[in-house]
């Protein structure tokens, strides 16, 4: 057996193309990800945040501030939907949603030098998320020197309705 065969299967392995893809890795340079949430912060467009988080993009998410509350919203976008008879917003991109929030939530108020990291994430759901748009908002329960806990609420057309809650903790070191 020749060793230039896939592993998997009887494709040749290009090594070129292996070290090509390898130099294009090494070659990009990490996000200045505290430049990144300072200049949202002091610009109020945090827009900009998620236009560097693919997923956010995705999905279609926004945020905007109101006073010391930032607000995310999840507009109605038909590739969200889960079920089309009801129709309904799939629960994954809930869930997504939410640990985003959570996420963007942390770095804007703690000025995070690294995007946290998700040590657990618990999702209650309690209603259907209806094709519409959806609203979270963000508590920050605890916040030690390398993990904080935070509390997350997503609602559509009334707050006191929630259709999920969640609670994360991260990694913040």
């Known amino acids: ?13 290009n090594p070129s193309v292996n070290v090509a893809n390898k130099a294009v890795i090494e070659s990009k340079t990490p996000l200045d990800v505290q430049g990144i949430v300072k200049r949202a912060t002091e610009l109020n467009d945090f827009g900009h945040l998620l236009e ?17 509350e930032l607000i995310f919203k999840l507009p109605a976008k038909d590739d969200n939907i889960g079920n089309p008879v009801l129709p309904a917003i799939h629960g994954g991109v809930i869930a997504g949603f939410m640990e985003m929030s959570a996420i963007v939530q942390l770095m804007v108020f703690m000025q995070t030098a690294k995007v946290p990291k998700v040590v657990d994430f618990s999702i209650d759901y309690l209603r259907a998320g209806l094709h519409k748009d959806s609203f979270a908002e963000c508590r920050i329960t605890r916040q030690g020197r390398r993990v904080a806990n935070v509390n997350i609420n997503c609602w559509q057309t009334n707050r006191k309705q929630l259709i999920a809650t969640a609670r994360a903790h991260f990694l913040i070191d």
């Open 52 to 68: 560097h988080v693919p997923y956010a993009k995705f999905i279609g998410m926004r945020v905007e501030r109101f006073g010391d």
């Open 1 to 13: 057996m020749s060793s230039n065969k896939h592993p998997l299967g009887t494709e040749p392995i």
